[in-house]
């Protein structure tokens, strides 16, 4: 499946607060997913294999390293778990770093929401406006984007520019 978004990720201090904000709204709960992402070394772009209890799948995507609300291209094959797919894409590539996340997911509309926990690092929101089908234009992607940061009181020094593999990565190099 290709997808396009728009989407900001940004460290959050009180997680609890903004997930009760986006409460306010109605939003429809997906659940929360404990989730180990495996980021494989690539050329070009970015490959991970998401392994939770509510999301599996194998992850293709170019996005700028921006700190900003920014868009994605994304590759997505959904599947269902499957220890000889991590140990083809292991044997083949060659692991970058693993991210174990705990996440709980909202949708409204076609915006996901994630409010993240990371031992490592600390909590996170990330909001993604979703165009599945070709149908959404990218200016209303990064509207209703730009409209959730104003929505959760965020301030631009919030915004994360990095992927969480790289502020692992970031992290072991301190």
């Known amino acids: ?4 978004n728009f989407e900001f990720k940004a460290r959050a201090k009180d997680l ?7 409460l306010e709204l ?3 709960y997906v659940g929360e997913d404990h989730q180990t992402d495996t980021y494989f070394t690539v050329k070009r772009g970015r490959l991970k294999l998401r392994e939770g209890n509510i999301e599996n799948a194998l992850i293709y995507y170019e996005r700028p390293d921006t700190p900003s609300a920014k868009t994605s291209d994304i590759l997505l094959f959904k599947h269902y778990p499957e220890a000889s797919l991590k140990e083809i894409l292991t044997r083949v590539n060659g692991i970058k770093a ?3 996340k705990k996440r709980r997911i909202y949708f409204i509309e076609n915006v996901k929401f994630h409010f993240d926990t990371i031992p490592e690092l600390g909590t996170f ?4 406006a979703l165009d599945e089908n070709g149908q959404i234009p990218v200016e209303k992607l990064q509207e209703q984007c730009i409209n959730y940061f104003s ?8 915004f994360v520019s990095k992927s969480y593999c790289e502020l692992i990565l970031d992290r072991v190099e301190e």
């Open 1 to 4: 499946m290709k997808l396009h």
């Open 26 to 28: 109605n939003p429809v």
């Open 98 to 100: 693993i991210v174990a």
């Open 16 to 22: 609890k607060r903004l997930e009760l904000k986006l």
């Open 151 to 158: 929505f959760f009181e965020l301030e631009e020094k919030d």
């Open 125 to 128: 929101v990330e909001v993604e």
